[in-house]
């Protein structure tokens, strides 16, 4: 059995900008595994910086689950071509 050693590591407040429904999929994904979502992509870069998936087989079902229940249809190949929509502003009262 592999020893789990803790790595003290420096964090840093930062405020990012993430389409809608691919946030309320990593949040469920979080949730799933018990986790924060920062910790979560911690975990997603760090196996991505070395080529590997992150997921399991059977935690890419639920994922697959939670893209259909928020909508969530991008794809990898849509990466370089987001472009931000006009953002709706609330109506302002008179």
């Known amino acids: 059995m592999a020893v789990v050693r803790d790595v ?3 964090r840093v407040q930062t405020g ?3 389409e809608r429904r691919i946030l309320k999929v990593l949040k469920a994904t ?3 595994k ?3 979502v920062g910790d979560l992509l911690e975990g997603i870069v760090l196996h991505a910086f070395e080529g590997k998936s992150a997921f399991t ?3 890419l079902r639920q ?3 939670f893209r259909g229940i928020y909508g969530l249809t991008l794809r990898a190949s849509d990466s370089h071509s987001l472009k931000e929509g006009n953002r709706r502003l609330p109506a ?3």
């Open 57 to 59: 087989p059977e935690t």
């Open 16 to 18: 990012i900008r993430i």
């Open 63 to 65: 994922i697959g689950e």
């Open 30 to 32: 979080a949730e799933l």
């Open 92 to 94: 302002r009262k008179t």
């Open 34 to 36: 018990d986790m924060s």
């Open 8 to 10: 003290i590591v420096e």
